[in-house]
């Protein structure tokens, strides 16, 4: 199969222009996700109280976060050597932590719902491990997903990442200072998550309308 020379840029999205008759036309079809442009939401099951929010809506955690890291997974390498010959194979499947780091809003109380969250697997004043974490408990500490919306320029879901098995792991306050510059107090959580999935957003629509029907 012969492939025809030239730029697919130029081919497909850049429309000629004519002077004096027509403006210059730049294609969308090329624009990217913005990675300001997103939403985290936690997912609790239904049938578990959820006592570490307190008087903190779950919503709240959305409106906090600020910044999201570590949506990454990885199957290590298996090395195969013959010879002069290597060749690679995948192998173990690792899914990395997940880094958010949440604003600490005045009027809601964002930490202290992260606090009594990684609390309820650990307590630090006994130095235990708390009775919803144990085995046999049915994973109560966990939240069912934590699911990072992308968003377009109109604040609409295009794609979405889901981690499955949500539970904090660690968590880290801001560093507090006295300087010339307006610095934000944070808490940064670090989460421990079983599964991860990425979907486009609209595909997904379409699975959930093929099996259950359009509304």
Do not use: C, H
């Amino acid at each position: 199969m012969a492939i025809r020379a030239g730029s697919l840029y130029k081919q497909s999205y850049r429309k000629p222009v004519r002077p004096g008759k027509s403006l210059p036309v730049i294609s969308t079809d090329l624009d990217s996700v913005k990675a300001n442009q997103f939403e985290i939401r936690f997912q609790f099951p239904p049938s578990v109280r959820v006592p570490w929010l307190g008087s903190t809506d779950i919503t709240d955690l959305t409106l906090a976060a600020k910044q999201v890291q570590g949506m990454q997974i990885e199957t290590a390498d298996i090395e195969v050597r013959r010879l002069n010959d290597t060749v690679y194979y995948p192998g173990k499947v690792t899914p990395q932590a997940l880094v958010v780091t949440f604003d600490n809003l005045y009027l809601r109380k964002t930490s202290y719902a992260l606090w009594n969250w990684f609390r309820s697997i650990y307590d630090p004043i006994t130095g235990e491990m708390t009775k919803f974490a144990q085995p046999g408990t049915g994973n109560t500490f966990k939240a069912l997903s934590a699911r990072v919306l992308e968003l377009d320029n109109k604040n609409s879901p295009v794609g979405f990442i889901d981690l499955y098995g949500v539970y904090p792991s660690k968590v880290k306050f801001s560093d507090k200072q006295y300087s010339g510059e307006v610095a934000f107090s944070t808490i940064e959580v670090t989460f421990r998550y079983d599964y991860i999935q990425y979907e486009s957003y609209k595909v997904a629509e379409q699975l959930i309308n093929t099996t259950f029907g359009s509304k």
